[in-house]
């Protein structure tokens, strides 16, 4: 049996492959449920970076910071969980958060970590792009 040189630099090539395609995979499509968890349609994640004495932010301009959602698709199935909020049927598609607040949205639709999120609170004070608006 003859053995044959296979370069370092392909060796390690199909490793991080093998590597990236071993990682659970999470979608930007709000379509794809891959959450095993329900989010209210009023409430969103808990709330990271904050000090849990005074709620006041860890850090002074993590409040300024915008959250970039990650929607790719339009939701086009009616999800029970969000309890008539972000229907596919009101979209008026996707924008910035206070763009949507300011034209007359009362829900928006943010897909982050594979997990879509749906508020209907204040648009214009979520600071949040590229979600799905809906009236």
Do not use: W
């Not at 970076?49 to 409040?63: I, Q």
């Not at 972000?86 to 300011?102: K, V």
Request: charged share 20%; aromatic share 6%.
């Amino acid at each position: 049996m003859r053995l044959t040189y296979i370069p370092p630099l392909i060796l390690l090539s199909l490793l991080s492959l093998f590597l990236s395609l071993a990682e659970p995979l999470r979608s930007c499509d709000p379509n794809r449920d891959l959450a095993l968890q329900d989010v209210s349609p009023v409430e969103g994640p808990p709330a990271t970076g904050s000090n849990a004495t005074d709620g006041r932010p860890a850090d002074p301009d993590a409040s300024a910071a915008t959250t970039h959602c990650q929607n790719c698709a339009n939701i086009k199935r009616v999800k029970p969980r969000f309890n008539g909020h972000c229907h596919p049927a009101r979209s008026r598609g996707r924008m910035a958060s206070h763009n949507c607040g300011n034209k007359g949205g009362r829900s928006y639709l943010c897909v982050r970590d594979g997990v879509a999120y749906c508020y209907s609170r204040q648009l214009s004070k979520l600071r949040m792009e590229n979600g799905e608006c809906f009236v």
